[in-house]
């Protein structure tokens, strides 16, 4: 079973990366994943048997996609002290229903993706279009991201902080400080980068 998830994680990865840089659409990357995948196993897919095998994917992705467990109560202790928005890379229609469906997309001030902006992280201007809709300027912005070069230098070079939560914790080649593991970590990076008063 490994062997299958590190084979789907890679091929996602290379396709997500073509839909990004306009190579593919939303819905071609997927088909692609999905007729790539199938094929490294010796199955050659048409492409009716693509799309309805795909479209059975994302419904259970959108219906089995769960929050980490410290998620909410990150949430509850910024909430009062900070306006709240993401930034994602992705499909708006899929991002705002994960965000639904996890029950938190009420909580984000701010949910721009790359397809509204019409640039990709680590584009400077997908952070400063962020930053004009939630009326911050970059200084006063801190980002959390996941993914240091495109989350974390991204979000700098566009003026804003950064924080990288980096799960595995596995550090990446030039990272610095601020690093975290779990977003129940994150009161103090806030302090030390923004200079917030948490209570």
């Known amino acids: 079973m490994e062997s299958y998830l590190r084979s789907w994680r890679a091929i996602s990865q290379t396709t997500i990366e073509k839909y990004l840089s306009a190579k593919l659409s939303f819905e071609g990357q997927r088909i692609e994943r999905i007729k790539t995948f199938y ?106 991201g996941d993914r240091y070069e495109v989350d974390i230098l991204g979000a700098r070079a566009a003026g804003l902080a950064a924080i990288w939560i980096n799960r595995e914790g596995v550090p990446a080649a030039g990272f610095d400080y601020p690093f975290i593991t779990a977003l129940g970590q994150l009161t103090a990076p806030l302090v030390h980068v923004a200079g917030a008063s948490l209570r």
Do not use: W
């Not at 196993?41 to 479209?55: H, I, K, V, Y």
């Not at 980490?68 to 002290?81: A, E, G, W, Y």
């Open 39 to 144: 094929g490294q196993f010796g199955s050659a897919l048409n492409e009716n048997r693509a799309q309805s095998l795909s479209s059975s994917f994302v419904c259970f992705y959108e219906t089995a996609s769960v929050l980490f467990p410290d998620v909410r109560d990150t949430l509850d202790s910024l909430s009062p002290h900070f306006v709240l928005g993401i930034i994602t890379n992705g499909n708006t229609p899929q991002q705002r229903t994960k965000l639904a469906t996890a029950g938190i997309l009420d909580r984000f001030a701010c949910v721009l993706t790359s397809e509204d902006a019409g640039v990709t992280k680590p584009d400077v201007r997908i952070f400063q279009q962020a930053c004009e809709q939630m009326h911050l300027h970059p200084s006063e912005a801190v980002y959390v």
